[in-house]
């Protein structure tokens, strides 16, 4: 069974950056497209980025420009640089596997890792 463990959530002051880092333990290999989601309070969870093969990344309209996601694959390791921090990008960040389907990213697994907090003050 794969385990997401997120971290590098924090405070941070409008116009700031963060890094997040996601390392998934149990499994060997590449996990194929990897991406981040988000949930705010009181809201759904929504798709943030995903990164498939070396090129090829899809981000929210709402982080592009700000936000970058890379990967390590041999530390099966995946990374959210988040510069330009917003007052509205205050969530719980998590990764998982996605898979593309009808235009949209779904995550893979069905258990989530516990997230990281990131709050922007204003």
């Known amino acids: 069974q794969v385990q997401l463990v997120e971290s590098g959530g924090g405070l941070v002051q409008a116009g700031g950056s963060l890094r997040l880092s996601c390392a998934a333990a149990?499994?060997?290999?590449?996990?194929?497209?990897m991406g981040w989601f988000r949930q705010a309070p009181g809201r759904e969870r929504e798709f943030v980025v995903a990164?498939?093969?070396?090129?090829?990344?899809d981000y929210a309209d709402s982080v592009k420009g700000r936000f970058t996601i890379s990967r390590d694959d041999p530390k099966n390791t995946v990374y959210l640089q988040m510069n330009a921090l917003k007052p509205e990008d205050t969530a719980v960040y998590y990764c998982?596997?996605?898979?593309?389907?009808?235009?949209?990213?779904?995550?893979?697994?069905?258990?989530w890792g516990q997230g990281v907090q990131v709050t922007v003050s204003s």
């Open positions: 990164m498939s093969g070396a090129l090829t990344r």
């Open positions: 998982n596997a996605v898979r593309l389907t009808s235009g949209d990213y779904y995550p893979v697994f069905n258990s």
């Open positions: 149990g499994r060997s290999g590449s996990a194929g497209a």
